[in-house]
């Protein structure tokens, strides 16, 4: 029943290690992005990719690499982490643009950098 | 510079009261969209209200209603019988394009 999921829901680790996160979407939709909300709770989008095409990559490092392997889901693959990029990630689905269509949120995935 | 702004960090109402959350943006666009999102302690981000720039009929969702003023570029949050459930962070979200910013959020008690 879960419209849009992430895995895992935690996240925790050593700096300098590579970790992913999953993130599936069930709803047939055509747009997936990735957010950060920091500890301040400021949310930022980071990527978003429509139908498995790259279409916003904000100002992020690097070491963050999105992944689409198909248009229900979107990784995000993070090397070398750091302690700056504990935050918690949101995946987001939209069926077409954010212009034109409301977002529908995952459950979030609390990363935590030691 | 900040293109959505949320002048109330932290807000509190009584039960089955109205309470407004303010939000401003900064745009010189004339196409965009404005949302309302939640965020309970859960962290599921939900989605309250959306108000099309193109409409002038504010949007209305059951006990929640916008006041849209365009040439003022502000969005308000109008809360009507507030419920222990509605407390939470409640995020203004700006969109245009294949851009989107949210604002920094108000948290919203609701005292019983």
């Known amino acids: 029943d879960t419209a849009v999921s992430q895995t895992p829901k935690y996240l925790v680790t050593q700096m300098g290690n590579d970790k992913s996160i999953k993130c599936e979407q069930n709803l047939g939709h055509d747009t997936m992005y990735w957010y950060k909300q920091d500890s301040k709770k400021f949310l930022k989008i980071m990527f978003s990719y429509n139908n498995k095409e790259l279409i916003i990559n904000e100002t992020v490092p690097n070491r963050f690499s999105p992944k689409s392997p198909d248009k229900a889901h979107l990784n995000l693959h993070i090397n070398s982490l750091e302690l700056g990029d504990s935050a918690v990630y949101f995946c987001a689905s939209s069926r077409s643009g954010p212009l034109t269509d409301t977002q529908y949120f995952g459950p979030g995935t609390r990363l935590t950098v030691l | 510079a900040q293109t959505v702004t949320q002048s109330q960090p932290e807000m509190s109402v009584q039960e089955a009261e109205t309470v407004t959350l303010s939000c401003t943006y900064d745009?010189?666009?004339?196409?965009?969209?404005l949302f309302w999102y939640k965020q309970p302690p859960s962290r599921q981000m939900i989605l309250v209200i959306r108000q099309e720039a193109y409409k002038q009929q504010n949007a209305t969702e059951n006990r929640f209603s916008v006041n849209f003023q365009k040439a003022a570029k502000s969005f308000s949050l109008k809360i009507s019988d507030s419920q222990l459930g509605d407390t939470a962070m409640y995020f203004c979200?700006?969109?245009?394009?294949?851009?989107?910013?949210f604002g920094t959020g108000t948290s919203l008690t609701v005292i019983p």
């Open positions: 745009t010189s666009e004339n196409n965009y969209y």
């Open positions: 979200a700006y969109c245009t394009g294949n851009q989107f910013y």
